[in-house]
């Protein structure tokens, strides 16, 4: 279960805002890319608070409404599919993390960031920071950070199903399950399909 120990090593070298900030989607053959960041009270405590891949979807749903709530400061940003293809899914990734820190309305002096990745060949986490690998399991604000990339990227994704419903991407989230490449070879690709991961089609 995440912890406090790498905010509070943060802290104790002297800073004073310590942000969690992870991504969401970064799989996926649609849809954007999400990034979060958050700065949490220094101890909060709450329930089922983990790496929202090893969280319920209705327990992911409270914790959401809770950290907004609840913390200092929370800021959610994404790249579009357009982008991604563009500039490749590890530079979306970085931009999206940078953006989603740089929006927060209390400013960050530290970042904890999930992954072993802070940069790309145009993007980088400029953003004082520690990389953290499984940070989203070991540290409350990076799992925080989690929570709200991936409910933010399922509701848009639930959006885009009522958009575009033959693609069933409530179901699958635009993730590459076996269903959704079924739907594209019937009915090929949408605007939100990111034509660089379609290589198997």
């Known amino acids: 279960m995440p912890g406090w120990d790498y905010e509070r090593a943060a802290a104790d070298r002297g800073r004073l805002a310590v942000c969690g900030c992870d ?6 053959l649609a849809g954007r ?12 405590d709450l329930p089922w608070l983990n790496d929202s891949k090893q969280v319920t979807e209705k327990r992911r749903e409270i914790l959401f ?3 907004r709530e609840q913390a200092v400061s929370w800021a959610v940003a994404w790249v579009e599919p357009e982008e991604i293809d563009r500039i490749d899914i590890l ?9 989603a820190i740089d929006a927060l309305e209390k400013k960050a002096d530290f970042a ?4 072993s990745r802070d940069h790309g060949s145009k993007y980088a986490i400029t953003t004082e920071h520690q990389l953290i690998v499984k940070g989203d399991s070991l540290s409350c604000s ?27 991407f409530e179901r699958h989230k635009g993730y590459p399950t076996r269903r959704h490449y079924e739907l594209l070879r019937e009915f090929g690709p949408c605007p939100i399909h990111r034509r660089s991961f ?4």
């Open 65 to 67: 409404d809770q950290i």
């Open 112 to 115: 904890l960031v999930d992954g």
């Open 23 to 28: 991504e969401a989607g970064a799989g996926p």
């Open 91 to 99: 530079n979306s990734r970085i931009k999206a993390m940078q953006l």
């Open 198 to 201: 379609l290589k198997k089609l």
């Open 142 to 168: 990076i799992a925080a950070a989690s929570i709200l990339a991936k409910v933010s990227r399922d509701r848009y994704m639930a959006e885009m199903a009522a958009l575009y419903p033959q693609y069933e």
């Open 33 to 44: 890319v999400y990034a979060a960041a958050a700065i949490l009270p220094d101890g909060l």
